[in-house]
Structure formats: C-alpha cells, structure tokens
C-alpha cells in the first residue's frame, strides 16, 4: 500500500507507475515510451502472474506447509510449467 499526498494505491503496478512519473527516473518520459512500459506492465499482469501464482502457492507452498492444495490449478500448472 502506498499513501502520497491524497493518493493511496494498492496495486504494485499502479505503485510503480505513480512512483516513476513522479520521481522521474527509471520510467520513460515520452508518451510512446510509458505506453511501452504500461503495455509490460498489463502483460506482466494479465499474462505472467496469475500461473505464477498458482505456481508458487500450489507447486511450492503447499509443500512447505502440507495440504493438498487446488487441485485443477495443480493440474493447470503441471500444463504450463512442467518439471
């Protein structure tokens, strides 16, 4: 959670944007540029997290601390990241 000013965000890739047009470092300064960076950003979002959630919760997690997990994401996991 990030709280500037009348802003509270708590999303890390809303964070992330804030932070960078704020500060102005490490985030692109041309209109093209951020759209460039918000389209990874979307795709990282959309695309990467979600499996990698049920990654790390059911392949790795459940290991740690017992259980059986979720099953059908075990099984969609297994799909997309096989051994």
Known sequence: MLTDG???LGE???I????????????????AGRADALRWL?????HISPPAADLA?????IKL????????AMRAG?????K
């Open 16 to 31: 992330l944007s804030h932070l960078g047009d704020k500060v102005g470092k490490l985030w692109p300064t041309t209109p």
């Open 57 to 61: 919760f059911n392949r790795i997690a």
């Open 65 to 72: 601390i017992g259980g059986r997990g979720d099953e059908a």
């Open 42 to 46: 979307f795709f990282l979002s959309g």
């Open 12 to 14: 890390s890739h809303a």
């Open 6 to 8: 009348s802003v509270t």
């Open 78 to 82: 297994k799909k997309l990241y096989p």
